[in-house]
């Protein structure tokens, strides 16, 4: 089993940047797919983005096309979640979530994602 835990959340200003990290505990990061979900308040929970287990694949929502990029780093057992071009309709919980697979494709569906982390706030104000 792997245990995550996002950080970086806070406050910012329309058109700021941010930095969101995933770190795991329990198991290497190099053996899963590893997601970014956000739930805006009192919206459904979407898909953000995601990296394969090999880290040379990713996939984004389109809300975010060009705004966004993922990154890993295997030392650290972290994931990154850089977001820039931030609007106040970006205010969200941001969930970072992992599962195995033997497909190399990392999914966008949250019910296929065995493992979460608590979720960490952005607010983006106007």
């Known amino acids: 089993h792997v245990q995550l835990v996002e950080s970086g959340g806070q406050l910012v200003q329309a058109g700021g940047s941010l930095r969101l990290s995933c770190t795991a505990s329990g198991r290497p990061f190099s053996e899963y797919h590893v997601a970014w979900f956000r739930q805006p308040p009192g919206k459904e929970r979407e898909f953000v983005v995601a990296?394969?287990?090999?880290?040379?694949?990713?996939s984004s929502a389109d809300f975010m096309e060009g705004r966004l990029s993922i990154s890993r780093d295997i030392d650290k057992n972290t994931v990154f979640l850089h977001m820039n071009s931030l609007e106040p309709e970006d205010t969200a919980v941001y969930y970072c979530?992992?599962?195995?697979?033997?497909?190399?494709?990392?999914?966008?569906?949250?019910?296929?994602?065995?493992?979460w982390g608590q979720g960490t706030q952005v607010t983006v104000s106007s």
């Open positions: 990296i394969g287990w090999s880290g040379s694949t990713a």
């Open positions: 979530a992992a599962r195995q697979s033997t497909s190399s494709v990392p999914s966008s569906i949250a019910a296929r994602y065995d493992y």
